[in-house]
């Protein structure tokens, strides 16, 4: 017997029964594909559930928000807790994102909203006092679904709502977006991850939804669904959030195939800047480190590199010189980075130990991101060739 994903069973519930009472329903997704993916999953579970409310049949979510990453931070920011003061009461649900915010769920609990976590990143200190959390990294989740993308676990959230409602045209729909999500969070494709990847790309050919037509169309439909597909990955990845809209997540969810071949295209643009961008910050980068071959991470910012491709850069270089691997854009008084490593030279872990100094933190061992007082990057650093040190 397969065991569960805690907590599933209750979000879904809780999710019916908020339908039910015409309840106010507002879902912050993270800004990349999978938080992306994950929102349109959710929201078209809800508009597709069998109830009569006060719209007519299915369910509707009031509010759709993405974090400005690059401006603002990760997760629940600042700016976020601002806007969302006079919002309550409400059903506060958080995609890809929310395990690390225990101290924005407080304030958010104060402002009278009732909060469900759904996340799959790494559990830091503890666990924030949202109503619900579903998170297969929790210790006591003993489910084998650790290694599940968000959009992974908010299909099984799907199932588990819709039940015997789920159509065949939507779940392969949601395939669609649950495959490139999971090859765009770059899990491992095991078990269900190989399962969505295999039925969600060969749904993809025969897309209903105008906004991924609209990339084979533009990219070619052969060339797509013959191994391409990491350029339609890499374009919804390239929409930046701007006051909590997303142009990626407009695509995806735009009825007009006029409107998403735009969209589609402006992404596409957007994604090859980005690249010559990576280009250029990658070779900085290696100049710098050439003098610094003993040295066991590579730890390097800059006030022109912007923070949306510190990921990416931290993935080229770590894949070339295999060292715990630290980008960061230097800003006035505070600095945000990306990390990439191994799972035994886990990055949580190490800044774990940098804590008392770091603003925010977190993600997976190999995947993850920080904020930090620039008075503070140099114990930083200091303390991460400490911790690496003792490990190797
Ligand atoms: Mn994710």
Not at 108 to 123: A, K, P, R, T
Not at 159 to 176: A, P
Not at 365 to 386: D, H, M, V, Y
Request: charged share 25%; with cysteine.
């Amino acid at each position: 017997m397969q065991k569960k994903i805690k907590n599933l069973k209750e979000a879904a519930e809780r999710i019916k029964t908020a339908v039910k009472n015409n309840e106010k329903i507002i879902i912050y997704g993270d800004s990349d594909c999978d938080g992306i993916t994950s929102t349109v999953i959710l929201q078209e579970t809800i508009q597709n559930l069998p109830f009569d409310t006060a719209q007519g049949k299915g369910g509707k979510v009031d509010m759709v928000l993405f974090p400005n990453r690059e401006d603002d931070g990760y997760g629940i920011n600042a700016r976020a807790l601002k806007f969302l003061e006079n919002k309550a009461p409400a059903l506060f649900i958080t995609l890809d994102l929310g395990i690390s915010n225990v101290k924005e769920i407080e304030v958010l609990n104060e402002y009278g909203f009732e909060v469900i976590v759904v996340d799959h990143h790494q559990v830091l200190q503890s666990i924030p006092n949202a109503q619900i959390v579903v998170d297969p990294q929790q210790k006591d989740d003993t489910s084998e679904y650790k290694y599940l993308a968000n959009v992974g676990l908010t299909f099984k959230l799907a199932e588990e709502i819709l039940g015997r409602e789920f159509s065949v045209n939507l779940k392969n729909s949601f395939l669609e977006l649950t495959a490139l999500a999971t090859i765009s969070d770059m899990v491992p494709q095991i078990g269900d991850n190989k399962m969505f990847i295999e039925e969600g790309l060969r749904s993809l050919k025969h897309t209903f939804r105008p906004g991924l037509r609209a990339f084979l169309d533009i990219l070619g439909e052969g060339e797509v669904l013959s191994g391409e597909y990491y350029k339609v990955i890499s374009a919804l990845n390239a929409a930046e959030s701007i006051d909590f809209k997303n142009e990626s997540y407009d695509l995806l969810t735009s009825a007009s195939p006029n409107r998403c071949m735009e969209l589609a295209q402006d992404l596409i643009s957007k994604t090859n800047y980005k690249q010559i961008k990576i280009k250029e910050i990658t070779e900085e980068v290696e100049r710098r480190i050439a003098q610094k071959k003993d040295e066991l991470i590579i730890f390097e910012g800059d006030p022109a590199w912007r923070l949306v491709l510190a990921g990416p850069v931290a993935s080229i270089l770590y894949n070339k010189y295999q060292k715990p691997t630290f980008i960061f854009k230097k800003g006035d008084s505070e600095s945000a980075g990306s990390v990439r490593s191994t799972k035994e030279l886990n990055s949580v872990e190490a800044m774990k130990t940098c804590r008392d100094f770091l603003i925010t933190y977190g993600g997976h061992p190999q995947a993850s991101g920080f904020r930090i007082k620039n008075e503070n990057l140099e114990r930083f650093k200091n303390s991460l060739n400490e911790y690496f040190k003792n490990l190797t």
